[in-house]
Each structure stands twice: as structure tokens, then as C-alpha cells.
């Protein structure tokens, strides 16, 4: 059962091929069998059985939906009522979250069942799940590499199938890039789609959550519950949610596929650029038209997503100071600094101090002011280019997943790793990453990237190529 697709494993509970319970006891076991991969930092067993036996009643009813009976993890980083919503930080290592974000409530709505919380990096801030309080997640193609980040324990429970599906969310690449490194599916959506109430901010202008699961049709599914307009987040927009599987099928002859040069220049591994253009070329054989275009602008994005990140961050986090919840440290003469001092991890720190400084008086028109004004131009040339074309491809990160420890030295580096994923979330556009190939038994993550909430249109683009290419049904040796 573990190995099948949501949408598969939807068609067994309604044909009582199995139960929910049957189906949440077996990914229970399996995350127990692997805690080694360190992917959950909180499982719900007995609320999960709970819920099981809830949605097997519904399903009994005949008032199933697609999700109904669904076993799925969330990322800790969404609020769950009673659960610890840790965001994988010793500061909130204590918080039981008195509500449930708008994400998961929906998910409760639509009888899924909630297997636990989900390893990541600490507020979102890693390209790696090793700034985790709870220590690094291990990829389950390579155990001494990375599941990428900061969605690494999301990504890392899809591929080793410890869950069906997950949530995700992605401020500068955070679904995409690990979805590359495990090789599942995933997709950002367009800014402003899914609801960010009750998912714990990093940077609120660039956050946004989104699906991970094997396939296209799996992340249509999730979508389809997670999108929607919300009055309690005022980024949240009011425009009619499309029926995300209908067009799941449709054709794509005549599609017209940009790919911005600036993605394939120096830096890029030649081998990840042999297994991009392999599947572009796949969707020639499917009728698309590909052409190259030049977007000189996103060379910028990594610089000024790393100015207004750290500045919104700096702002959002101002609220942990050890007085109303989360860490308070023992001696109480310098409350606020020590709780942040002691609970805050080194790259968190890191982003507080350069975001405080990007906004004070002296540097704010140097760096913030010019950052906004580089997001911009940003944004207008993704609108020139979809004036063009359709949509976008290229590569999702230079490498595969590289090796624990490998890069934690060297911030740069490791900020270096988002180099084509950030300037979609500055622009707020949707993209998707799924599995395009393999280099030495590594996963390599296609992205496609299309104008604003073409989300639809996406999905479509990848579930064909998942009807004509089998990446993204492999699976990890030992995971089988
Ligand atoms: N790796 C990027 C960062 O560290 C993006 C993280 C994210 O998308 N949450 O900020």
C-alpha cells in the first residue's frame, strides 16, 4: 500500500480494498521502522487512528472526498491545535499551538489523516534541513547527502513513501529545491493562493506553502484542498479555485517553452543540464515549441532575496522574546536576550543581524530600498518573457544533493544552492519541480515556471511528462 498514489490509494479506500486504519497503521509502522532518517519530529499516532476510524465512518457514508482517509504529514512549520508546532527551533520547542493553521484545518475538512509534523530547517532558513534543531534529515537515495531544504523532512518522507503525500513551503526555493534532491513532485503556487494563517512567517512577503507528493495528480489533489481565498490572511486572493485535476490531460501541442539562458551558464553541473534538456526534449516529442531567451535581471535575485529575507525575518521574529510564549531562559536578569540568545540557532542569528542592519536608518536606502527596486525589475522581466512564451524551464538547483556537513561552513555557499529557484518567489509566481533523471543514483529535479496563478496549467505540463516518463515512480533502495 505505501507504494501507491494518493490518487490510487483513494480508489482502494472507496472500493474497501483496505480501510484507513489498515492504511494509517502501515505508514505508522514505516516511520517507526525509519526513524534514522529523522524525518518527523512529531508523530500523532493516536490522534491519526483517531482520525482513521472518523474518515472510515465517512467513507462508510458514501461523503467521501478525494483526500478522505488519507494518511498525509505536514511540515512543522504549520499550526496544529494541540500538537507541537516546533518550525524546528528550540524556541518553540514548547509551543503546543492553541489553533490549527488554515492549511490544516482544511485538511481536517476533508478527512485526511494527520500522521505528524514534519522535520525542517529552523524557520525555514536552510537549503539543507541541517540548521534543524532536530538534527539533519537524511536523503533516502544517499544517506550521507542532504534532503535540501528547508521542506527536507517533507521531501525526504514522500521519497522514502513515510507518507503519501506532504505539506511543504517554499520562500526562496524551499519545495523545490528538496523536492529535486528526493525526487517527488512539487509545487509553489502563486503567491497569495494558499492561505499563510497559522503558518509560522519567515518572510511574509515570499512565503507561500504548497504540495509534495510522487506525482502531479497527487499534488493537483492536495492543491485543490490547500488553495483558496481565507479572510484571515490579508495576502490571501479572492479569485475562483479552478478544478486543478480536470486538465490534467489536456494537450500540449503548440505550448510554448522559454528557457532562460541565464539558467544554463557557469555553475550549472553539465550532467543536471544533459538531464534538463533530455526532458525538453520530451516535450518536443509532446508538440511544444522551446525557445531561449535572456533574462540578465535574474542574476540579482540571489543578492536581493538575501537583503528583504533577512529583513522580513528580522521583523517577523521580533516576537520570540521569551515573555508571552515559546523558550524563556532560566536566569531571568536579560530576559530578551538571553531567551534569544540561548533558543535562536547560528543561521537564524545570522539572518536577524543582517536584516536589522539592512533596515536601520543609515543602510535602509542602500540596501532595502534598492533590493525592492531590483524585486521589480525582477518580476516586469518575467512578465516580458510571458509575453513570449507559455511557460519557463530549466534546472532547479547546479547539483544534486550534496553531503551532510558539506556546505555548512560556507553560508555563500549554501545560499548559492537557490540560485534558480529564488527569483520566482521574489516575482510570487507559481512553479513546480518533478523528477527529471538521475546522476549516480541522485534525483534530478526539472522546473517549470508559468505566470500567475497557472497553477492548473502546470500540473498539466507535469503529468504528461509523468505519463510518458517513469522518474517520479522510482524508489529508494530499501524503501521499496
Ligand atoms: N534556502 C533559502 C533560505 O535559506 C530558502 C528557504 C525557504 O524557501 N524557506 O532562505
Keep these: 500500500m505505501h507504494n501507491k498514489t494518493i490518487a490510487e490509494l483513494a480508489r482502494g479506500l472507496r472500493s474497501g480494498a483496505y480501510s484507513s486504519r489498515e492504511l494509517t497503521g502501515v505508514f505508522l509502522d514505516r516511520i517507526k521502522q525509519n526513524q534514522d532518517l529523522n524525518c518527523y519530529i512529531t508523530v500523532t ?8 476510524e472518523r474518515a472510515d465512518a465517512r467513507l462508510a457514508s458514501g461523503e467521501a472526498g478525494p483526500l478522505t482517509g488519507i494518511p498525509i504529514a ?42 505528524g509534523k514534519l522535520n525542517m530547517d529552523e524557520f525555514a532558513m536552510g537549503s539543507s534541513n541541517e540548521t534543524s534543531y532536530y538534527g539533519a534529515v537524511k536523503n ?47 509545487m509553489k503556487p502563486t503567491y497569495g493562493r494558499v492561505s499563510r494563517y497559522g503558518m ?41 479555485l479552478p478544478d486543478y485535476t480536470a486538465g490534467l490531460n489536456d494537450d500540449l501541442s503548440g505550448l510554448k517553452i522559454g528557457l532562460p539562458r541565464e539558467f544554463f551558464g557557469a555553475g550549472l553541473n553539465s550532467e543536471v543540464a544533459a538531464r534538463v534538456e533530455a526532458a525538453v526534449d ?34 517577523n521574529l521580533s516576537r520570540y522574546d521569551g515573555v508571552r510564549y515559546g523558550y524563556r531562559c532560566a536566569d531571568l536578569t536579560d530576559l530578551y536576550t538571553r531567551s534569544r540568545g540561548e533558543a535562536f540557532g547560528a543561521e537564524v542569528k545570522r539572518r536577524i543581524l543582517i536584516g536589522t542592519y539592512a533596515l536601520s536608518a543609515g543602510y535602509y536606502d542602500a540596501y532595502y530600498l534598492k533590493a525592492q527596486k531590483v524585486r521589480r525589475l525582477i518580476s516586469e522581466e518575467f512578465q516580458r518573457a510571458f509575453s513570449e512564451v507559455d ?18 561552513a560556507d553560508p555563500i555557499e549554501m545560499y548559492l544552492s537557490d540560485i534558480y529557484t529564488i527569483a520566482v518567489n521574489l516575482a510570487g509566481l507559481p512553479a513546480m519541480s518533478i523528477p527529471a533523471g538521475f546522476i549516480e543514483d541522485k534525483p534530478v529535479g526539472l522546473q517549470i515556471i508559468g505566470d500567475y496563478f497557472t497553477e492548473a496549467k502546470l500540473l498539466n505540463i507535469a503529468h504528461r511528462y509523468q505519463q510518458v516518463t517513469d522518474w517520479h515512480g522510482r524508489i529508494p533502495q530499501g524503501f521499496e
Excluded at 45 to 52: N, S
Excluded at 148 to 161: E, I, P
Excluded at 204 to 214: F, I, K, N, T, V
Design 45 to 52: 499516532e493516536e490522534r491519526a487512528l483517531e482520525a482513521a
Design 74 to 115: 505536514q511540515k512543522d512549520i504549520f499550526c496544529s491545535k494541540g500538537v507541537k508546532t516546533s518550525c524546528g527551533s528550540k524556541m518553540l520547542d514548547n509551543f503546543i499551538s492553541p489553533y490549527d493553521a488554515t492549511v490544516v484545518e482544511k485538511f481536517h475538512a476533508a478527512g485526511a489523516v494527520l500522521l
Design 140 to 186: 533516502p537515495w544517499d544517506q550521507n547527502a542532504v534532503p535540501g531544504g528547508s521542506s527536507g523532512g517533507s521531501a525526504a518522507a514522500v521519497a522514502a513513501r513515510l507518507a503519501p503525500g506532504a505539506t511543504g513551503t517554499d520562500t526562496g526555493g524551499s519545495i523545490r529545491q528538496p523536492a529535486a534532491f528526493c525526487g517527488v513532485t512539487g
Design 200 to 240: 509560522i512567517a519567515f518572510a511574509s512577503s515570499l512565503d507561500q506553502g504548497g504540495p509534495m507528493a510522487q506525482t502531479a495528480e497527487d499534488a493537483a489533489i492536495m492543491l485543490q484542498t490547500m488553495a483558496g481565498f481565507d479572510a484571515k490572511d490579508s495576502t490571501s486572493v479572492d479569485r475562483p
Design 282 to 315: 520530451e516535450y518536443r516529442k509532446l508538440g511544444a515549441e522551446v525557445r531561449e531567451l535572456s533574462m540578465p535581471s535574474l542574476q540579482l535575485s540571489v543578492p536581493v532575496y538575501y537583503v528583504i529575507a533577512p529583513a522580513e525575518c528580522s521583523a
Design 391 to 408: 511557460v519557463l524551464m530549466g534546472p532547479v538547483t547546479p547539483t544534486t544533493a550534496f553531503g551532510i556537513g558539506e556546505k555548512t
